[in-house]
């Protein structure tokens, strides 16, 4: 079991910066995969970002490729997700997950491990 809590999230202007971190705690947090997804109100939850568990690897959706960046430290057993030059269409909870390997990286059913969500808001 692994348990995963992010933060980070607020209220920005269009064109402004957040960081967002996912804790992890339970079992061996830095051995997993993570996937970062995002949910717009009355949209489904999509990928947002993926990094492996080494770091060394991250792929993005089209949508935020060159204004986001996954990092992680796993010495502190944490996730994080830098955005940059951010747009009102941005706006969604986002998540942290783990991912579990049996599906392809940006679908959302091959994460067995969730986040409660951290609410991002960009302002026009």
């Known amino acids: 079991q692994v348990q995963l809590v992010e933060s980070g999230g607020g209220l920005v202007q269009a064109g402004g910066s957040l960081r967002l971190s996912c804790a992890a705690s339970?079992?061996?947090?830095?051995?997993?995969?993570m996937g970062w997804f995002r949910q717009a109100p009355g949209k489904e939850r999509e990928f947002v970002a993926f990094?492996?568990?080494?770091?060394?690897?991250?792929y993005y959706a089209d949508s935020v490729k060159g204004r986001f960046t996954a990092s992680r430290d796993n010495a502190k057993n944490m996730a994080y997700l830098q955005m940059n030059s951010l747009k009102p269409e941005d706006t969604a909870v986002y998540y942290c997950?783990?991912?579990?390997?049996?599906?392809?990286?940006?679908?959302?059913?091959?994460?067995?491990?969730w986040g409660q969500g951290t609410q991002v808001t960009v302002s026009s």
């Open positions: 990094i492996n568990w080494s770091g060394g690897v991250a």
């Open positions: 997950a783990v991912y579990s390997g049996s599906s392809a990286y940006y679908d959302l059913r091959s994460y067995v491990y």
């Open positions: 339970g079992r061996t947090a830095s051995n997993y995969h």
